[in-house]
C-alpha cells in the first residue's frame, strides 16, 4: 500500500486509495471478462460445431479413455487430451462455400490456451506433416481469419505422414466441402487420432465421422479409420468401418445424447458405401498429386474405380 502526502496548495486532501485492493479487483474484472468471453464463445460455436441432440463425444470407462478438456473456437471445438497434450478429437460443421476469399496461411502457433503440450520436435524431421484436424480451407472460407489463425494452433495440428496429410486426408477433406456440403446443404464432421497404446506418442491411425440429415430429416452417419501408412491413392471406401469399431479404439462415446435404438442403428454398423454417392468420388484424385508423381518409387493410380 502507498502513503498519500497531504498538499499545500490545497486544504482538500487526497483521498485514500487501496492500490492492492483496486489491482485485485482489476485483475478480477479482467477474468470475468475472459471467462465471460470464452464461455460466451463456446455456447456460439458449440452448438454449429457438432449438434447438440446428438451429443458431444464423451470419455468411456476403458482404460484407453482420454482426459478431456473443451477448446472452443471460432468454427470449430477441440476435445483436448490433457495427458497426451494433442486433441483426442476435433468437431466443426461445413456448408456450402459461397465465396471464395483468398486468405493467407497464418504461422503454426502454441496454443496460448493450454500449459502442456506434446513436444513439436516431431514435426522437425520429414517423416511426419503437421496435419490439421479443422482444416485450413474449411475454416478460412466458412468462418473467417480468426478460425482460420486458430486452426494453426499447435492443439489442432497432429503428426501425420506427408502421403496421408497430402494426398489421401486431402482428398477426404476436399470431399466434405465441395461435393457433400453443397448435397447436404451442411454436414458434421468429428475427427481424431488413434493410438495402439496408451504410452504410444504418435497417432498409428485416424478417424473421420460424417454426420448429416437425409431428406426425411433422419440422421445418418459414414466413418472412417486411416492408417498413418498410405499410398495415397487407396479406394476411400476401403477405409470404411462402424463407429463402434472408432469407440473402442478411442475409448470415446460419440454420440450419447441419441436414444439407444437410433444410436446403436448408426454405431453398430460399417455405412454403405454408396450412400449419399460417396462410392462414385472413393477414387477421386488428391490436389497436389503432381507434387508425387513417382516419388519414392510409387506410380499414383486414382482410375481404380474405372
Same mark, same amino acid.
Given at each position: 500500500m502507498l502513503?498519500?502526502?497531504?498538499?499545500?496548495?490545497?486544504?482538500?486532501?487526497?483521498?485514500?486509495?487501496?492500490?492492492?485492493?483496486?489491482?485485485?479487483?482489476?485483475?478480477?474484472?479482467v477474468l470475468i471478462a475472459v471467462w465471460t468471453a470464452a464461455n460466451a464463445q463456446c455456447s456460439d460455436t458449440a452448438p454449429h460445431a457438432w449438434?447438440?441432440?446428438?451429443?458431444?463425444?464423451?470419455?468411456?470407462?476403458?482404460?484407453?479413455?482420454?482426459?478431456?478438456?473443451?477448446?472452443?473456437?471460432?468454427g470449430f471445438v477441440i476435445g483436448y487430451d490433457r495427458e497426451r497434450g494433442r486433441a483426442a478429437w476435433v468437431a466443426y460443421r461445413v456448408t456450402p462455400v459461397a465465396d471464395y476469399h483468398h486468405r493467407?496461411?497464418?504461422?503454426?502457433?502454441?496454443?496460448?490456451?493450454v500449459e502442456h503440450a506434446a513436444p513439436r520436435q516431431i514435426?522437425?524431421?520429414?517423416?511426419?506433416?503437421?496435419?490439421?484436424? $479443422?482444416?485450413?480451407?474449411?475454416? !478460412?472460407? #466458412?468462418?473467417?481469419?480468426?478460425?482460420?489463425?486458430?486452426s494453426f494452433y499447435f492443439s489442432n495440428i497432429e503428426p501425420q505422414s506427408p502421403r496421408l496429410n497430402q494426398l489421401l486426408w486431402q482428398r477426404l477433406e476436399e470431399i466434405e466441402i465441395d461435393r457433400l456440403a453443397p448435397k447436404l446443404d451442411q454436414l458434421w464432421v468429428l475427427v481424431g487420432p488413434i493410438y495402439t497404446a496408451a504410452d504410444t506418442r504418435v497417432p498409428s491411425a485416424f478417424f473421420r465421422i460424417w454426420l448429416g440429415r437425409n431428406s426425411a430429416d433422419k440422421w445418418q452417419?459414414?466413418?472412417?479409420?486411416?492408417?498413418?501408412?498410405?499410398?495415397?491413392d487407396e479406394r476411400l471406401d476401403q477405409f470404411l468401418v462402424a463407429i463402434d469399431a472408432i469407440e473402442q479404439a478411442t475409448g470415446l462415446d460419440f454420440f450419447s445424447n441419441l436414444p439407444q435404438p437410433l444410436e446403436q442403428q448408426l454405431e453398430?454398423?460399417?455405412?454403405? $458405401?454408396?450412400?449419399?454417392?460417396? !462410392?462414385? #468420388?472413393?477414387?477421386m484424385p488428391a490436389r497436389y498429386r503432381k507434387h508425387w508423381r513417382n516419388r519414392d518409387g510409387i506410380r499414383l493410380r486414382f482410375d481404380r474405380c474405372d
Open positions: 502513503a498519500e502526502k497531504s498538499s499545500v496548495k490545497t486544504k482538500l486532501q487526497r483521498p485514500h486509495i487501496n492500490w492492492t485492493r483496486l489491482a485485485a479487483t482489476g485483475l478480477l474484472y449438434p447438440a441432440a446428438v451429443g458431444a463425444p464423451v470419455a468411456t470407462n476403458a482404460a484407453k479413455a482420454p482426459d478431456v478438456r473443451i477448446l472452443c473456437n471460432s493467407p496461411r497464418p504461422k503454426f502457433k502454441p496454443d496460448p490456451r514435426y522437425w524431421q520429414p517423416e511426419y506433416d503437421r496435419g490439421h484436424m $479443422a482444416p485450413n480451407y474449411a475454416m !478460412a472460407q #466458412l468462418y473467417g481469419r480468426a478460425a482460420q489463425r486458430a452417419a459414414m466413418a472412417f479409420r486411416v492408417p498413418q501408412r498410405v499410398r495415397g453398430a454398423h460399417q455405412a454403405d $458405401a454408396d450412400l449419399w454417392g460417396f !462410392a462414385a #468420388l472413393a477414387c
